[in-house]
């Protein structure tokens, strides 16, 4: 099974993207799913979750800032990012937890 994320780009700070990564009807109603990042040269790190009962937790320093959700029309994962930062440059990769499920992921890079 293979996640592919979409939404990725450039933008400048203070700008928004939006991500969403489509998963297996099966994995969308069985699972928490998550968001993860990769920055340059850093190890991978937890962004946030939304629980199977769709309840979402977020990293600390993203907190406020980016919308983690689910689409239930396209069994999709979604990620809105707003008031981004160079900070928030990275890969960003979808996961089903359960099964331990990875998208391919996709790049955001915010600069001016």
């Known amino acids: 099974v293979e996640l592919v994320e979409s939404g990725g780009g450039f933008v400048q700070p203070g700008g928004s993207l939006r991500l969403s990564c489509p998963v297996s009807?099966?994995?969308?109603?069985?699972?928490?799913l998550a968001w993860w990042r990769r920055p340059p040269g850093k190890q991978r790190e937890w962004v946030g979750t939304?629980?199977?009962?769709?309840?979402?937790w977020y990293a600390d320093d993203v907190r406020g800032r980016f919308i983690i959700s689910r689409d239930h029309d396209r069994h999709s994962v979604e990620l809105q990012m707003n008031s981004l930062t160079t900070e928030d440059t990275a890969v960003y990769y979808c996961?089903?937890?359960?099964?331990?499920?990875w998208g391919q992921g996709t790049q955001v890079n915010v600069s001016f």
């Open positions: 009807q099966r994995d969308f109603d069985r699972y928490d």
């Open positions: 939304v629980t199977v009962d769709n309840k979402p």
């Open positions: 996961r089903v937890i359960g099964p331990d499920i």
